[in-house]
């Protein structure tokens, strides 16, 4: 008796889906590291400079692990045509990163995800709301260029990707629709063409129409596209941290992907949490997420690793106590 | 008594009723106006609450867009309205960034006080002694003192402090923090910080019960309404209002029994008993768009709402709970509350 009501109450735990960007939270981020690239591409190509290419060289450890493991012969081709941009940084090159680009999405990616409305919807939310996003980058551009730049091919980025979803969602809620196009019209006066206007407006622009859109979309498709609570962006924190250790030895690569990913998440969804209401655990969590990828790029032992990989899912559990 | 003696004290009773009753007539009963802050025409509108019309407009920037009006309070007594002005520049305090006062008797400008960089939010305490104000970019929440026209000191908060409110008896600040999803709680008499506590995603707006035991907290994002025991300054319900309510004013009756939550996303207000904390209704029919300002009145009569993407002011009828006129406002309506002329 006892074990049937156990079961029943599993079951009924198991019908609860987990929210759309905890579900796919792996391509999701995949999505949004390559998408990101794509748009460091853009700016290299509007304002060639040495941080730009350095920017690509940083974002591509991102998803390099995971095509590893798909197609290591893309990835050395795509490594390879980022080295020769960071020297020339000329046209064919440019498009022969983005070619390579589509066919590491393609590699990573499952197909009938990549055609998902919902998956659509959230890789846009993602370049509109996430680190190196649209919004993020015009309140960057108050002091650089730079940033600027980035916001506005991050745009051109999220336009495209709407054109692409628009018809499917034209049907589905054509208020939605008109929400999206009257918010995506904000940022284009905010961010009229690559080259920054001569006054910036309040960022809080950005932010509120890039929120208005990610609304917009999550309302049309009946999912969730972003967390609306500590405890879903800790899940997402804590899924990029658990693997770090076990696949170190054998996925070095994959592993560092890991790290830097938990790094990013931490610093978007928890960081200012943790700083306001704990900040010595958020200064040992923070710590040991910005160590932990540096022992991985010095080809540090196992042993070495696995003392942080501990601390760290002992200090994200502490953090799990006071995030409730 | 004689005949003429009882008709003189009879005609002197009468005179008397009548002269009372004169007084009455002539002690004027007060009058409300509602204060709209447009946030991209840098003014604010002002609305004769008893014939619901537009009975002026005052500029508080002479560079619309770029600087701009958002919250505001009323003085205890309702007649000076304080409004936060700032512009964006995060890390400079300019002449921009300041607390613009308003006679509500007059509609003029009669004060500017300068409390710290980019204020968003202001609160006056309930002795009307001290303003507090959101300094968002700077993480700060800063008080200061309306007599010595001087700061009183600048706390940190949360990131992206926004909304504050003073408790009844004057004793704590609450000060929300929009991107760490906290409340911070400043000791207002003793100048001291007292803690920080977790809320619900992205907290906008805080209001107190009129008789200080709770506080209210709305969430965009989370799209609940935290409640606050304020003897412990901790969490006690949440509700919940639906993921796509993006709730961001509150305000409650005077007699504290209702709480009305402006939702910005589905274009409501959300009424909710605070006996129960359980909502009684969506108003939603014929509300302009976005409402994410709302204010009561005194009289607990009528609502209103600042509706940013219409550019209007929605009036609802307390008792029907339904919308009895729209007003046309300025440019991005943000912030609504009522003064009293008396």
């Known amino acids: 008796m006892k074990r049937w009501v156990s079961l029943l109450l599993l079951g009924a735990t198991g019908a609860q889906a987990e929210p759309f960007f905890l579900e796919h939270a792996d391509p999701l981020r995949l999505a949004q590291a390559a998408e990101l690239l794509r748009v460091r591409l853009e700016v290299l190509r509007h304002q060639p400079s040495g941080e730009a290419t350095e920017a690509l060289q940083t974002q591509l450890p991102l998803i390099a692990g995971s095509l590893t493991a798909k197609n290591p012969a893309l990835l050395g081709q795509l490594e390879q045509t980022l080295r020769q941009l960071a020297k020339n ?23 009938k995800l990549r055609s998902d409305p919902a998956f659509q919807a959230a890789v846009i939310v993602r370049l509109l709301r996430s680190e190196g996003g ?4 015009y309140e960057a551009a108050g002091g650089e260029e730079e940033a600027y730049v980035q916001a506005w091919a991050g745009f051109q980025r999220v336009k495209t990707l709407w054109t692409a979803l628009k018809p499917t969602l034209q049907k589905r809620s054509p208020q939605g629709v008109r929400e999206i196009e009257r918010a995506l019209g904000v940022l284009g006066q905010l961010l009229p063409s690559a080259k920054a206007p001569a006054r910036l407006r309040d960022p809080e622009d ?3 129409a890039a929120l208005d859109v990610s609304f917009a979309l999550e309302a049309a498709l009946s999912t969730q596209l972003l967390p609306r609570d500590l405890p879903s962006s800790l899940s997402l924190v804590r899924g990029q941290a658990e693997p770090i250790c076990p ?10 992907e890991y790290a830097l990913t938990a790094q990013i998440f931490f610093r978007e969804y928890l960081e200012g949490t943790l700083a306001t209401l704990e900040p010595a655990l958020h200064r040992k969590l923070a710590g040991l997420l910005e160590r932990i990828p540096e022992k991985i790029r010095a080809d540090a032992p196992t042993t070495a690793l696995e003392p942080d990989c501990k601390a760290l899912k002992a200090a994200l559990a502490q953090a799990g106590a006071t995030l409730r | 008594m004689g005949g003429l003696k009882r008709g003189l004290i009879l005609a002197g009773a009468i005179g008397i009723l009548a002269f009372s009753s004169v007084s009455r007539v002539q002690q004027k009963s007060p009058t409300y106006r509602a204060f709209v802050s447009n946030e991209y025409g840098a003014s604010i509108t002002v609305i004769d609450v008893a014939t619901d019309s537009v009975i002026g407009t005052i500029p508080v920037a002479g560079r619309p867009g770029e600087v701009r009006p958002r919250g505001m309070a009323v003085s205890p007594d309702g007649k000076t309205i304080y409004v936060a002005v700032s512009d964006f520049l995060p890390k400079i305090e300019t002449p921009e960034d300041k607390i613009v006062a308003i006679d509500v008797a ?18 006056v305490s309930p002795d009307g002694s001290q303003l507090w104000a959101s300094n968002e970019n700077a993480a700060k929440g800063t008080g200061f003192d309306l007599k010595t026209k001087q700061i009183l000191d600048s706390f940190p908060t949360g990131v992206e402090p926004e909304g504050v409110a003073v408790s009844p008896d004057g004793r704590f600040v609450y000060i929300t923090g929009e991107t760490s999803h906290t409340v911070t709680v400043v000791d207002a008499k003793g100048l001291k910080l007292v803690k920080h506590f977790l809320v619900g995603n992205r907290p906008r707006h805080v209001v107190f019960s009129p008789d200080g035991s709770r506080a209210y907290i709305s969430a965009e994002i989370g799209g609940t309404v935290s409640v606050v025991d ?19 004013e509150l305000a409650l009756s005077p007699d504290g029994k209702r709480l009305f939550a402006a939702g910005g996303g589905t274009n409501a207000i959300y009424v909710i008993d605070t006996a129960t904390n359980k909502l009684i209704k969506a108003v939603k029919e014929r509300m302009g768009r976005r409402p994410w300002g709302v204010a009561v009145t005194p009289d607990g009569k009528k ?15 307390a008792a029907s709970l339904s919308v009895v006129k729209k007003i046309a406002a300025g440019r991005g309506p943000h912030s609504v509350v009522i003064g009293v002329v008396r």
């Open chain 2, 303 to 317: 609502i209103y709402t600042a509706d940013g993407l219409s550019d209007s002011v929605s009036v609802i009828d």
């Open chain 2, 230 to 248: 304020t003897a412990q300054h901790r969490v006690i319900q949440t509700i919940p209002l639906g993921l796509d309510s993006r709730i961001v």
């Open chain 1, 89 to 111: 940084p000329a046209g064919p090159t440019l498009e022969r990163a983005r070619e390579l680009l589509e066919r590491a999405q393609q590699a990573l990616i499952p197909g």
């Open chain 1, 134 to 137: 649209v919004s993020e980058g």
């Open chain 2, 106 to 123: 007059s509609n003029k400008v009669i004060a500017e006080y300068r409390i710290g960089t980019n204020p968003e939010r202001v609160a």
């Open chain 1, 247 to 256: 696949v170190y030895a054998k996925h070095q690569r994959l592993a560092l």
């Open chain 1, 206 to 208: 950005a932010e509120r």
